[in-house]
Nanobody, 121 residues
Framework: VQLQASGGGLVQAGGSLRLSCAAS????????MGWYRQASGKERELVAV???????NYADSVKGRFTISRDNAKNTVSLQMNSLKLEDTAVYYC????????????????WGQGTQVTVSS
């Protein structure tokens, strides 16, 4: 299984970015997908997850600003990030699990390499 995240970059506060994660080596439609992030000096934390059936869950800190979606035909999961804040600065990772729906990072055996998101003032 390979996960390739892309779309990170430098953006001003209030701006938007769209992250994408391309998956290969798995039957994508059977996997829940998650986005996690890790800021410098902090632990990795949940951003959003989407089940194989399309159910979603968001961290309270991003609700109403971020949207996770998946395209099973293209084997991709995306994270649309709007109204970005300084505290959204982190390395963002996509992850995959055969479990139908979970927010526990330990339940995700497959991880991408991460993409840096930096929000400036």
């Amino acid at each position: 299984v390979q996960l390739q995240a892309s779309g990170g970059g430098l953006v001003q506060a209030g701006g938007s970015l769209r992250l994408s994660c391309a998956a290969s080596g798995l039957t994508f439609g059977n996997y829940a997908m998650g986005w996690y992030r890790q800021a410098s000096g902090k632990e990795r934390e949940l951003v959003a997850v989407i089940s194989s059936g399309g159910s979603t869950n968001y961290a309270d800190s991003v609700k109403g600003r971020f949207t996770i979606s998946r395209d099973n035909a293209k084997n991709t999961v995306s994270l649309q990030m709007n109204s970005l804040k300084l505290e959204d600065t982190a390395v963002y990772y996509c992850a995959a699990t055969r479990i139908y729906y979970t927010t526990r990072s330990a339940a995700y055996p497959y991880w991408g390499q991460g993409t840096q998101v930096t929000v400036s003032s």
